[in-house]
């Protein structure tokens, strides 16, 4: 089943020609959610030839610019190309009057439902669940209201063995009450236990997207062994006082915290436009944490168990 | 002297990867006008190698999303990369109100002055006047308050003959003079002629900057002999309907308003996404006035007398 993370954009706060702003596309089994939006987002997302109508879930981690500024024309352009389901927005109260404001100016009634949920950023909840997923609100450490997010995919149901398929007529009914937990009884009345007939499902997935913060100890527990880190990584070691002057993370403070929170790989991200080279970032992270990636505009990772 | 305009974008209402929303720079005489800012405009400034901080005055046609998107990013990369001029912007007075409410939402205070300059777009009026040019704005027929822009350079000085020049011992001052359209009088009281002694300046340069409209006559005489016109050609002949339902203009349209104004040129923009080649809107403009051009993302042209 796929869970994956595709970056649209690994940069910080200034547009370049070749890094755009915050945004990512998560597929978890085909279900899109979309993590921030940058200035450029729904071209970013042509690029990558995702079906803009099937995303139906957007998070906005806060209201600086480089996080949401194409947000309003991914939304129009959703308009303008039909959309008539629900798309559901998650972010700080604010956003959902600039969108208003935006809307009326325009005169735009948009053909869809434009479902807003005002979320605040210093709370760990639960602000999503569907058939598939979790999704979590993460406090960050920065300079104005900031949230991650957190998507845990939810346990999936045993496996039945094969051998067993093989060796008996089951029925679409069988195979359900199985997968729910239960024994299962043949014609002859001859009784086989869950235990004997199954194998445990794979261990559900979770990835975390921390963004902006500063280094910040209390995200730890929150994100103990995710199989997927992003952290923000905006400045080298020896822009460490920078970064602390604007909430922002050193490469290394990133993977202390992925050290610390035991999760199985990191990736760092929200570079500086100084940095036309990222192998120092990549280098003073993996000093502390090895299994460690840079993410990188166009960039498709898979979620795998750890 | 220069009087260009760079084509940041020449695509309508939906990004594509390879054309943007509108978006225009206007060079003349090294000053830099913006006209409409799209999203993803400054990544295309940025393209074309733009100082950024070099804009002094944007202007923006109406409150589609198509024409204005970029605004918000571009102002904010501005603050970012430590701008402190006056930035002039000439809108509709509800982008006033967008602009503060995205600052605000943010808490950003910029570090230099945004000066607001509300427009009516229902006038031709002139709304900037500069030691180099006019800008007068140009009512459009739209589904919504929208103009065009006309940007007009004012007249030069005369050129003092190379021959009289050479033969006389002429000072800052003599040269101010005659410019300024004395005669002069040399050290033995002998009179020459401003008209003896000079040419006449080049004729003063036009370019108009029409879209989004339907097909309009009353902008006839006011863009007549310009010497480049920008017309939009959302359409071609075929979905002429669709164009009058939509308030836009198919190429052939375009083509009659530069015919009957007598422009020098004409240059169509601001094409459908269902045109993947532009080849068919060329050839009917060109059916009905020769001198035509396509814009295309990239492309400068010089804006020569005609």
Do not use: W
Request: glycine share 6%.
């Amino acid at each position: 089943m796929t869970f994956s993370v595709s970056i649209l954009g690994s940069g910080a706060a200034i547009p370049l020609i070749h890094r755009n702003p915050s945004a990512q596309l998560i597929n978890v089994h085909e279900k899109l959610f979309l993590f921030d939006c940058g200035e450029g987002t729904q071209v970013q997302l042509r690029k990558n030839r995702v079906r803009l109508r099937k995303i139906n879930h957007i998070f906005i981690s806060h209201l600086h610019g480089d996080h949401y500024f194409g947000l309003i024309g991914l939304i129009t352009s959703l308009h303008l190309l039909g959309r008539e389901s629900d798309l559901h927005l998650f972010a700080h109260p604010s956003l959902e009057k600039i969108i208003k404001l935006h809307l009326e100016s325009s005169q735009t009634i948009l053909k869809y439902s434009l479902i807003f949920h005002a979320i605040d950023p210093g709370l760990h909840e639960v602000i999503l669940e569907t058939s598939a997923v979790t999704v979590s609100t993460l406090p960050m450490n920065h300079n104005f209201p900031t949230c991650g997010f957190l998507i845990r995919e939810k346990q999936g149901k045993p496996n039945i063995r094969k051998d067993f398929v093989a060796g008996h007529d089951l029925s679409k009914d069988d195979f359900r009450m199985i997968k729910a937990g239960n024994d299962f009884i043949d014609a002859d009345g001859h009784v086989y236990r869950h235990a004997d007939i199954t194998s445990p499902p794979a261990a559900a997935r979770a990835y975390a997207y921390c963004t902006d913060t500063a280094y910040y100890e209390p995200l730890v527990p929150l994100i103990h062994g995710v199989d997927l880190l992003y952290h923000e990584a905006t400045f080298m070691d020896d822009k460490e006082k920078d970064a602390q002057a604007k909430f922002h993370s050193t490469a290394r403070q990133a993977a202390m915290i992925a050290k610390k929170a035991e999760v199985k790989k990191l990736m760092l991200g929200h570079y500086s436009a100084r940095y036309k080279n990222l192998d120092g970032l990549l280098s003073e992270a993996k000093d502390v944490f090895t299994e460690t990636i840079l993410a990188d505009d166009g960039l498709v990772v898979e979620v795998l168990n750890g």
